[in-house]
């Protein structure tokens, strides 16, 4: 009997039942003059989308804006509850191809570099840009092409091959920089999603809450803890 008494604990821990399972939704990776970077398990959140003003919570959250918005709707491509929703039409043709982020149904995050949508698999998602890994990609080609040296905050965001998202405020720096630390913290796909005075990311957790950037109007992504 007091085999299984030590038993039944371990076992619960690795299939993730107990109250006190020790693996977190989401932590701070980096802090400080250069980035705030979250690295977030998007399972562990109920996703949404937001255009203006993020809302607080008295739960864990982030939110962060992708891309921006023009008169009350968000620019490019919008997937909402599984609906491809109104939104404002990218006006330049070599702007069509920009990536998507999104929240597959069951709360996996996903880059789509091609741009292409379809709402079979996906629950959320938004249109941003440039892609910041696999060249050539949009940081070298057309519209974004004085973006890149650029010194500026930048919002961007990243998939790991464990399905984790991490998303960063960097706080001055190029698109090849946001880019480079996106790779080394283990994203396999990264995408740009704002950049200038309407870049923003909220983050809150137990006591602790960060803001960074001018919240205006945009169009953003957020993310709040399940329990």
């Not at 255009?51 to 997937?79: D, E, H, M, Q, R």
């Not at 091609?114 to 709402?119: I, K, L, W």
């Not at 909220?202 to 803890?225: D, H, L, N, Q, T």
């Amino acid at each position: 009997m007091s085999f299984l008494k030590t038993l039944l604990p371990m076992c619960l821990i690795l299939l993730g039942w107990t109250k006190g399972f020790t693996m977190e939704n989401s932590e701070i990776i980096q802090n400080d003059k250069q980035a705030f970077i979250v690295k977030v398990n998007t399972k562990g959140f109920e996703a949404s989308i937001y255009s203006g003003k993020p809302k607080p919570s008295s739960k864990t959250y982030l939110a962060f804006n992708v891309n921006y918005s023009w008169l009350g709707l968000p620019i490019g491509l919008v997937i909402n509850k599984g609906e491809v929703m109104k939104s404002i039409p990218l006006v330049k043709a070599s702007q069509q191809g920009r990536p998507l982020l999104g929240v597959e149904f069951g709360g996996i995050p996903f880059i789509s570099y091609s741009g292409a949508a379809t709402t079979l698999f996906m629950d959320y998602a938004l249109q941003a840009g440039p892609t910041l890994h696999d060249y050539p990609s949009s940081l070298a080609v057309n519209d974004f092409k004085t973006d890149v040296a650029r010194v500026t905050k930048h919002v961007a965001c990243g998939v790991t091959k464990a399905g984790k998202l991490i998303v960063g405020f960097f706080h001055n720096s190029s698109l090849m920089e946001v880019s480079a630390k996106l790779k080394e913290l283990g994203c396999f796909k990264a995408m740009n999603c704002d950049g200038g005075s309407k870049a923003h990311l909220v983050y809150s957790a137990s006591e602790e809450s960060y803001s960074f950037g001018i919240k205006k109007a945009a169009a953003g992504f957020r993310f709040e803890a399940r329990q």
